[in-house]
């Protein structure tokens, strides 16, 4: 799977859109966006996912580039409940009996909102 | 869909011990995987069933550890003669087949090896 770059931290106020960055310059064609969060002591959430267009959800919205190096998640009202760590994670798609398809996670983003 | 669920949440053991942890899948989802995490990493794979087969192992899952899926319903983790390197958190995840799996994790079971 193709590695992504995000930064380590970033602040928010509460109210205010948190616009997380993620960096995935080497994805491949058929290879898709994730993106997780994690609250303290918590298993890994699922947020939305994405291949070429944008997408929105009830949690968040997706933004892609058009040469698919790079994406943002958008929270549009962030809440302090909004306080995790966020994954961005890039991978193939699934196909019956070929291997498993294990998400690679790397260090994310610690989202702070704040008051 | 009732969620992943794990248990216990938490276990604390002395060194030498083994410990088992079990996983239930979201009904009808037919893969599991297994994560572990430690503190300040993000999860990282250690296997995965497909049905009841164990389809793949990390280089992680040294030959302490075994996974069961018998019957392809719940799972279990099993870590023989636990080292303190042992204490993490594992994960368990579940997913339906689908080009587009999304895999829905659990709470998590937190090791602590004395």
């Known amino acids: 799977d193709a590695k992504t770059t995000q930064p380590p931290s970033m602040d928010c106020a509460e109210g205010r859109a948190a616009n997380l960055p993620c960096n995935h310059s080497t994805i491949s064609g058929n290879e898709y966006v994730y993106w997780y969060r994690q609250i303290h002591s918590q298993g890994p959430q699922y947020i939305i996912h994405?291949?070429?267009n944008n997408e929105t959800n009830e949690m968040a919205s997706l933004i892609i580039t058009e040469d698919r190096k790079s994406s943002t998640l958008i929270l549009p009202h962030a809440t302090l409940r909004d306080t995790a760590v966020y994954y961005c994670?890039?991978?193939?798609?699934?196909?019956?009996?070929?291997?498993?398809?294990?998400?690679?996670f790397g260090k994310g983003t610690k989202l702070s909102v704040i008051p | 869909d009732t969620g992943v669920s794990q248990n216990p949440r938490h276990k604390i053991t002395k060194r030498g011990q083994n410990v088992t942890f079990r996983c239930d899948p979201i009904s009808e989802h037919n893969r599991l995987y297994w994560y572990r995490q430690t503190l300040g990493q993000g999860p990282e794979f250690l296997t995965y069933?497909?049905?009841?087969?164990?389809?793949?192992k990390s280089r992680l899952l040294s030959d302490r550890f075994s996974a069961e899926r018998p019957k392809g319903s719940f799972s279990t983790l099993e870590i023989q003669r636990t080292e303190q390197g042992d204490s993490a958190m594992y994960l368990c995840a579940s997913t339906r087949l689908a080009l587009q799996e999304t895999q829905y994790f659990g709470p998590g079971t937190r090791l602590l090896v004395l």
């Open positions: 994670i890039v991978r193939g798609p699934s196909y019956s009996g070929a291997g498993s398809y294990q998400l690679t």
């Open positions: 994405g291949l070429k």
């Open positions: 069933f497909q049905n009841e087969a164990q389809l793949e």
